[in-house]
């Protein structure tokens, strides 16, 4: 069975996530990718907010309710799902719950292929491999947590603790939470030694990719509070 995920727009016009909707099924057909809602039952939802098309020239933030609303019902449903943002850390509303993951200078694609990736390391065991991401129970635990995340990517598999070293500089805090795909286990145990990541709460690392190409994939996760 391949795992399914459904792409949600928000500030995105709907021609442009069609189009991204057939992109990935070329570039990553192990997965059914779907558009708005057209997903099967227990999909993974993937809500692409665009902040500055959201609010509009005059700024106004009360556009950006959708996502944060959206969220907030996935959550109660126990339905998994994590928001991929184009924007601003600073337009990130304080007020949000769940995994908020910033897209930096990715495209759409880029960044939707790496992060599902990445999450489908928290799915990978070592007796079963990838056989379980379909039921995304661990992902599905994991967006329970209120994380600000970054994804990096390495299509060379050949620096680990480079891709990290970027992710890590986009914040001063410390993470919380790692899941990366690719990474040798030797390499991923020094990398965490020389970053200081001995107390994460959260890290999954598989030695392979979900499509077994030589590629890293990072997801990094730092703790938001929830706030009303």
Not at 30 to 54: M, Q, T, Y
Not at 114 to 123: F, G, M, N
Not at 172 to 185: K, T
């Amino acid at each position: 069975m391949r795992p399914a995920i459904s792409l949600e727009r928000w500030g995105i016009p709907a021609e442009d996530l069609a189009a991204l909707v057939r992109k990935l099924a070329q570039a990553m057909p192990f997965i059914e990718w779907h558009a708005e809602g057209e997903a099967p039952r227990g999909a993974l939802s993937l809500h692409l907010v665009d902040f500055a098309a959201l609010a509009g020239n005059g700024r106004a933030a009360w556009n950006t309710a959708g996502p944060i609303e959206a969220m907030r019902r996935a959550r109660a449903r126990g339905a998994p799902a994590l928001a991929l943002c184009r924007g601003r850390v600073s337009q990130l509303p304080a007020a949000r719950r769940g995994v908020w993951v910033m897209l930096a200078d990715k495209s759409w694609a880029g960044a939707v292929e790496c992060l599902a990736r990445a999450l489908s390391a928290l799915e990978w065991t070592r007796e079963d491999g990838y056989k379980t991401v379909h039921a995304w129970s661990e992902t599905r635990k994991f967006t329970h947590r209120n994380l600000l995340a970054v994804t990096g990517v390495d299509e060379t598999a050949a620096k680990f603790s480079a891709v990290l070293r970027d992710a890590l500089s986009a914040s001063l805090m410390q993470p919380a939470a790692l899941a990366v795909a690719g990474a040798p286990e030797k390499d991923l145990r020094r990398t965490i030694i020389e970053a200081g990541l001995h107390d994460l709460q959260t890290l999954a690392a598989t030695p392979m990719t979900l499509d077994g190409a030589m590629r890293v994939d990072a997801l990094l996760g730092f703790e938001w509070p929830e706030l009303d």
